[in-house]
């Protein structure tokens, strides 16, 4: 009897998993590289179907041919803000309901406060927080009007402590973690969870670019992460299959370290 039950709940869980995205649809920015690249593939791996932009096709299309059925791409730059409602719109008509939306798309620059120009600062802010703003608007007024939808935003250790030559940055990404607990508490009534994850330093063309030819960056990086180790694309993919999944059905209005404890090292 008992191992009757048993057999019943193993089997119950293993096709109601709460981790699953069986049917769940996730629109993922800059999905054809880095930490957007394993974001989908988590996902996939998850049961869930995903669409990737980016502005380069041919990165979107490798990705999408390793990545299988179960993956599809738009080619968007998302600082074209006027058109992310015809793009969220054209992906929702083709595709079916957006379940999930990936702000992942970003960009970084490390330059000396003094030297950082308006148009740099400009620039920066403009592709990692207006451009995350216009798109979360699009995809939250379909997710409220359906009582139901799961909003992530990468955020970075940037907006935690201050790290220099990245002002543009940090105050993007500062910009991106006040953003989330606003959205979350106008969103979360209507069924629409907001939630950030916070990489520390993940090995990705990004950071490479950061630290290449500064093992003073790189070491004092280390120094602070108790792990001691860059972290891999996946562990934020993981990280994003959780928040997008019902086991975090009661997560909201979050910020989500996924960095080795690089935020709390000494
Ligand atoms: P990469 O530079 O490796 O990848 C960035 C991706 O974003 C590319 O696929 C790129 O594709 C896309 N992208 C950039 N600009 C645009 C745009 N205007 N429109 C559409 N897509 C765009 O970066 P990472 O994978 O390292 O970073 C991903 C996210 O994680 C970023 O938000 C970053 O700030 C954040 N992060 C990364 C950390 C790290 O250590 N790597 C640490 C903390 C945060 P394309 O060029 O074809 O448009």
């Not at 699009?138 to 990245?166: E, N, P």
């Not at 009534?189 to 090995?203: C, D, L, S, T, Y």
Request: charged content about 20%; overall charge negative.
């Amino acid at each position: 009897m008992e191992q009757e039950q048993r057999t019943q709940t193993n089997s119950q869980s293993a096709t109601l998993s709460p981790f699953s995205l069986d049917g769940k649809l996730a629109l993922i920015t800059g999905g054809g590289s880095g930490i957007g690249f394993d974001i989908a593939r988590c996902m996939v791996q998850a049961g869930g179907t995903v669409v990737i932009t980016g502005r380069r096709e041919q990165p979107l299309q490798e990705a999408v041919a390793t990545l299988g059925d179960r993956a599809h791409y738009m080619v968007n730059d998302v600082t074209d803000r006027p058109l992310l409602d015809d793009l969220v719109e054209r992906i929702e008509a083709i595709y079916g309901p957006i379940d999930t939306l990936v702000n992942n798309a970003g960009i970084n620059m490390k330059k000396p406060a003094l030297e950082v120009t308006d148009e740099d600062f400009d620039r920066i802010v403009h592709t990692n927080l207006n451009s995350v703003f216009s798109l979360t608007r699009a995809c939250a007024k379909r997710m409220m009007a359906r009582q139901s939808g799961s909003i992530i935003m990468i955020s970075s250790m940037a907006a935690y402590y201050g790290i220099d030559r990245v002002a543009a940055y940090a105050a993007s990404k500062s910009g991106v973690e006040g953003m989330v607990k606003v959205l979350a508490s106008e969103f979360s009534g209507n069924g629409v969870r907001v939630n950030a994850i916070a990489p520390g330093f993940i090995e990705t063309a990004m950071s490479k670019t950061a630290m290449g030819g500064d093992p003073d960056r790189f070491a004092r990086a280390m120094r602070r992460t108790p792990m001691g180790k860059f972290g891999q694309p996946e562990d934020i993919g993981w990280a994003a299959v959780f928040l997008a999944s019902e086991a975090a059905k009661y997560i909201t209005g979050a910020s989500l370290p996924v960095d080795g404890g690089n935020s709390i090292g000494f």
